[in-house]
Nanobody, 116 residues
Framework: QVQLVESGGGVVQPGGSLRLSCEASGSIARIMIMGWYRQAPGKQRDLVAHITSGGTINYHDSVKDRFTISRDNAKNTVYLQMNSLKPEDTAVYYC??????????WGQGTQVTVSS
């Protein structure tokens, strides 16, 4: 089992920045990939960015050059730095940890609202 606790969401004006954090606990040595997904009302949950245990990073095209995913292995924490936020970035952001192709764990989600 892997437990994930997210923090850092909130309300920000367009063009602003937020940093999300996701702290993992439990069977963290089994984690292959950690990532951030988001889900806006009435839409499917989409991948925002992920980082593999080997350090490979992938971003959704809509956030490239604005968002940065990173990790601190000593703190078992993954971060998502979000800059130049747009209203269309408004969503619930979920942390995800995958330990096999068939099994993944989710955090509880944190709301990000971009509005003037």
């Amino acid at each position: 089992q892997v437990q994930l606790v997210e923090s850092g969401g909130g309300v920000v004006q367009p063009g602003g920045s937020l940093r999300l954090s996701c702290e993992a606990s439990g069977s963290i040595a089994r984690i292959m990939i950690m990532g951030w997904y988001r889900q806006a009302p009435g839409k499917q949950r989409d991948l925002v960015a992920h980082i593999t245990s080997g350090g490979t990073i992938n971003y959704h095209d809509s956030v490239k050059d604005r968002f940065t995913i990173s990790r601190d292995n000593a703190k078992n924490t993954v971060y998502l730095q979000m800059n130049s936020l747009k209203p269309e970035d408004t969503a619930v952001y979920y942390c995800n940890a995958r330990i096999s192709p068939q099994r993944a764990f989710w955090g509880q989600g944190t709301q990000v609202t971009v509005s003037s």
